[in-house]
């Protein structure tokens, strides 16, 4: 996918998302009953991200519309993302989404998934140069300093990382929460973010990548490697690069370098494996910069595979549609 992020390309991923962030079902609630009285419904309970089946997966639909329209603003889908975004992203919606993290049993609520793809949306925001843009970014920059806080209250008792290649990856929040500190500023979290990915994974070393899971969407590895990318000053990064993974050139791990089979798109774990391939060519495309000659070369082809493998079925099934075009953007823009 030689021309990367191309107008067609995100017009139809503006369609998939603005079909499915005001779907309010079916849902899939992080939601601790604390009584009778919280046997609610998804749009009761979270006025802004009630779609898209979870609610992590509503907030980075709506972070794909957001940067499409920065990216893309004169295509076809923007006057559709500019009414969703003028009707939801408002002070009395972001303040009742404010409103329930402050309620006692919720200091979990999507930890830190859902923490760091806010922040991602946030820092998106943050970039739009338009006068609607920085409406929309200073509405929601109150529940993005919720979350910012909680990151803040959080990693100093983290001892250790996640690295699991789902949800709860902890190398994946660091990345988007560096993400947001770039847009955003936020020096605390940024130094907490950058000390921590240190404290975490500076002694890792010749990574065995026992990958993939039968529900991963993300590469362990190479998510841990861009955390770093992005966490460490290049000089850092690329002794650690070398160590964590010294066999690339070789194309080893060979798991990392073979796109995955998605046997059953309807079944929603199994889907999953779609998204490892198209994170798996985000990360490759992010890494590639910091390798040379051989190991450009191979980091470069397992993208276009893996691009190659999942791109086509972004929206074959609603378990991979209310979710896959975000992972799909990221790669193709890396």
Known sequence: MADGLTPELAAGMAGIALGHVTREYPNKLDHVLRGPEDLRGPRDLHPVFYGSFDWHSCVHGYWLLAFLYRRFAGFTPAPAIRRLLDAHVTPEKVAAEIAYLDQPMRAGFERSYGWAWLLMLAGELARHETTEGRRWSDTLTPLARCFVQRFLDFLPKATYPIRAGTHANSAFALLLALDYTAACGAPELDRLARDTARRWFAGDRDCQAWEPGGDDFLSSAL????????????????????????????????????????????????????????????????????????????????????????LPHLDDDYMGGHWLASYAALALAA
């Open 223 to 310: 998510i841990e490697a861009m955390c770093m990318q992005a966490a460490l000053p290049e000089p850092e990064f690329a002794p650690w690069f070398a160590g964590f993974l010294p066999r690339l050139a070789e194309g080893e791990p060979a798991s990392l370098f073979a796109p995955v089979r998605v046997s059953d798109r309807s079944d929603g774990k199994i889907a999953h494996l779609d998204g490892l391939n198209l994170s798996r060519a985000w990360c490759w495309r992010r890494l590639a910069g910091a390798l040379a000659g051989e190991a450009r070369g191979r980091g470069e082809a397992a993208a276009e595979r893996h691009l190659a493998a999942s």
